[in-house]
């Protein structure tokens, strides 16, 4: 699960495999219109459409694409892999009270969730360390990470009968209860999993979508540990 993204034209070919899958087999056999939208919902050409999900850039895809269905027609739109956002106080002591039942949280540190949506053709329901070096369930790099950075890092996963949690090694998977963790910052479903870094002293969050590795995790910890990269128009992120 969650291998680092080196190889480029592996994820250009698997996102094609994944899009076209999309359209053609999970909206059955009704034939309808695709539409293309961008980030902000505007109607868009195919190809601009495909320029952006192919886009690259130093941590992989920099966006992903959805698909969805309406009555009339499927439609496509983007989303930014990588996320800023702030929680509201309610909201931040919600999740720090969920995450309490299955470790005490230190709020004087960064908190890690590393979230499994289930199995796909991307983890194929892979829940352990793979042997890759940049494999973000190694062993050594999370001793290393929780050395180097003042951070808690939990591991959780959506409720699939299909997977074996509790044979993934040394790593304690804790089911989603109530789709809360799921419900607040992972709405949709993304291929291979997906990662958030939360700052409890400011309640700012880095939201990660999509297939990752060990040094894109250690990359957006360096980047939350600073307060600059935060603009004035971050999103509100709360849960009722």
């Not at 980030?39 to 192919?54: R, T």
């Not at 991307?122 to 940049?134: H, M, Y």
């Not at 951070?151 to 997977?163: C, F, G, Q, T, W």
Request: with cysteine; hydrophobic share 35%; aromatic share 16%.
């Amino acid at each position: 699960m969650l291998d680092c993204l080196q190889d480029y034209s592996f994820m250009k070919a698997y996102s094609i495999f994944i899009f076209l899958f999309i359209i053609f087999s999970a909206f059955g056999q009704k034939e309808k219109p695709l539409n293309y939208y961008d980030l902000n919902g505007i109607e868009i050409s195919k190809n601009d459409f495909e320029k952006k999900i192919f886009e690259i850039n130093d941590e992989g895809k920099t966006y992903l694409n959805l698909v969805f269905e309406n009555d009339s027609s499927l439609i496509a739109t983007i989303v930014r892999r990588k996320n800023y956002g702030k929680l509201d106080s309610l909201t931040h002591n919600k999740l720090n009270n969920y995450l309490e039942v299955i470790e005490k949280v230190d709020k004087t540190k960064f908190t890690i969730i590393q979230y499994h949506l289930g199995k796909d053709n991307c983890n194929d329901g892979r829940v352990g360390f793979n042997g890759k070096e940049n494999h973000c369930l190694g062993k050594k790099y999370i001793e290393n990470l929780k050395n180097n950075h003042n951070l808690k890092a939990y591991y959780i996963h959506k409720l699939d009968a299909n997977i074996n949690f509790k044979k993934s090694g040394w790593i304690n998977w804790y089911s989603d209860k109530n789709r809360f963790i799921e419900t607040l910052f992972f709405k949709h479903y993304y291929p291979c999993g997906s990662f958030v870094a939360v700052n409890n002293k400011t309640r700012n969050y880095i939201l990660f979508l999509g297939e990752y590795g060990a040094s894109t995790v250690t990359k957006i910890i360096e980047e939350i540990s600073k307060q600059s990269y935060f603009s004035a128009n971050l999103q509100s992120v709360s849960i009722t």
